[in-house]
């Protein structure tokens, strides 16, 4: 296991600053809330919203965001804990479903972005969270007109974009042995298609 790969399977909800974290509609403060949610599989109603909010805010347009390599690593672990309960369980069957399609526009960002040239991405994933990557915490509503990192970064931060590609690729791949449990099952066609479209490492 490298580096990058013990960081994610280690990585505490509780260690990652989701508040300074930007997406594409604002910051990723309320992740941790819609995580536990959609975890819980109990409410098909409140996971469906929960995972919309996710969703919706860490890929916009084929943009990732500085919450996206986060975000994927706990989506991957959610994904994992559903895979075995779709037979019996309708909340896990929507995640599942759900994911598939999303895994599938990540990998299309990914492919698309390491069709063009870029910069090298930071050396580690953690790397990310050093102090002047991270926005500022936001207090109140009027706080959110702060710019985001795509505003607040300099031109020499090309080498923090590209790692929220890169590091969202790392945290995908993770997903790829998973596939494999979803044969025999009416996921089995889309499994495959995901597997074929997540670039190698």
């Known amino acids: 296991m490298d580096k990058t790969q013990a960081y994610m399977q280690n990585l505490k909800m509780e260690e990652v600053p989701w508040g300074r974290l930007d997406t594409a509609y604002g910051r990723a403060g309320d992740f941790p809330e819609y995580f536990k949610t959609i975890w819980a599989m109990t409410d098909l109603s409140s996971v469906k919203s929960a995972s919309s909010e996710i969703l919706s805010n860490i890929e916009h347009q084929s943009t990732l965001w500085h ?58 994933f953690s790397d990310l969270l050093q102090e002047d990557y991270l926005g500022a915490e936001l207090c109140d509503e009027d706080d959110e007109e702060e710019e985001d990192s795509f505003e607040r970064f300099e031109e020499s931060d090309y080498d923090v974009f590209y790692s929220f590609w890169y590091y969202s690729h790392q945290a ?3 997903c790829k042995p998973l596939l494999s449990k979803l044969e025999n099952t009416p996921f089995q066609e889309k499994a495959e298609e995901l597997n074929e479209m997540i670039p190698q490492a």
């Open 67 to 124: 919450s996206t390599p986060f975000a994927m690593i706990f989506l991957v672990r959610i994904f994992e804990h559903a895979i075995p309960q779709t037979t019996e369980n309708e909340c896990a069957d929507f995640i599942v479903d759900a994911l598939l399609e999303f895994f599938e526009v990540i990998a299309d960002c990914i492919n698309d972005y390491d069709g063009m040239d870029h910069d090298d991405p930071l050396p580690d």
């Open 172 to 174: 995908l791949l993770l």
